[in-house]
């Protein structure tokens, strides 16, 4: 089973902004004449790099639920100008959205394992064009 990381989403409040900022960085980078992948850098390596690249995603938490998530590619530790350990999370750049699962607040990333993970929402399920809102409330009150 795969071995995933989670994340919050700082300023993106629903996959489709997230969306918006991937393809708007990937038209950056082209502009640029930069390889057009997308990268998340954080401060933390993660040390099981190896079961997180053989399937797992980094799933996203936004406005408190589990809303999406991106595929991990591959994990590129680097040390940064002012000698501090960071890595590059390459993600691929298409989003999957997923079931709405709660999560508290929290710092940096963790691991998720695959059995704890949301499962992705199927295209043309029954709620897949269902507002955020209404989505949410159905989801805290456990009908979803």
């Given amino acids: 089973m795969a071995l995933h990381l989670i994340k919050l989403c700082v ?8 969306e918006a900022w991937v393809s708007g960085r990937l038209e950056e980078r082209r ?13 933390m390596v ?3 790099m190896e079961e997180l690249c053989a399937g ?3 799933y996203w938490v936004m406005k408190g639920m589990v809303q999406c998530r991106q595929r991990l590619l591959e994990i590129r530790p680097f040390i940064d100008a002012e000698g501090i350990s960071r890595c590059q999370l390459v993600l691929q750049p298409e989003i999957t959205r997923t079931e709405w699962q709660p999560r508290r607040p929290f710092q940096g990333w963790r691991y998720l394992r ?4 949301p499962a992705d929402l199927k295209t043309g ?12 409330e159905l989801t805290e009150l456990g009908l979803l």
């Fill in 125 to 136: 399920a029954e709620g897949d064009e269902m507002p955020d809102h209404l989505r949410r």
């Fill in 46 to 48: 993660p040390k099981r």
């Fill in 11 to 18: 300023g993106c409040e629903s996959p489709d902004m997230l």
């Fill in 114 to 117: 695959g059995k704890d993970a």
């Fill in 56 to 58: 797992g995603s980094l």
């Fill in 31 to 43: 502009r640029r004449g930069e390889p057009t992948e997308q990268i998340h850098t954080t401060r």
